[in-house]
């Protein structure tokens, strides 16, 4: 299983990102899918999360409103558009895949295989 992260960066405070994970070694429409981030001398949280059929998304109250995540079944990918973006957004950005379940989209714990992380530095 591979799960390879891209479209990190470094931008503006008030710019744009849209990172990919690319997924291969897995039935991706039966995964689930979630977005981490890990900023230096914190722990890693959830940004976002889409379920195998993306109709369920979730999203850290941080970042409601200005992120969004995607599926693209026929490409193995998922995506996160950032928008709007601020300093404190500055993190490796970390995606993950789970089998599908119902059950919530936000525990780190729940995600079997993970990616190995994209830079991305919102500068003020």
């Known amino acids: 299983v591979q799960l390879q992260a891209s479209g990190g960066g470094l931008v503006q405070a008030g710019g744009s990102l849209r990172l990919s994970c690319a997924a291969s070694?897995?039935?991706?429409?039966?995964?689930?899918f979630g977005w981490f981030r890990q900023a230096p001398g914190k722990e890693r949280e959830f940004v976002s999360g889409i379920n195998w059929d993306g109709s369920r998304t979730s999203y850290a109250d941080s970042v409601r409103g200005r992120f969004a995540i995607s599926r693209d079944n026929g490409k193995n990918t998922v995506y996160i558009q950032m928008t709007s973006l601020k300093p404190e957004d500055t993190a490796v950005y970390y995606c993950?895949?789970?089998?599908?379940?119902?059950?919530?989209?936000?525990?780190?714990?729940?995600?079997?295989?993970w990616g190995q992380g994209t830079q991305v530095t919102v500068s003020s």
């Open positions: 993950a895949a789970r089998c599908g379940v119902v059950r919530s989209l936000t525990r780190p714990t729940e995600y079997a295989y």
């Open positions: 070694g897995i039935t991706f429409r039966s995964h689930d």
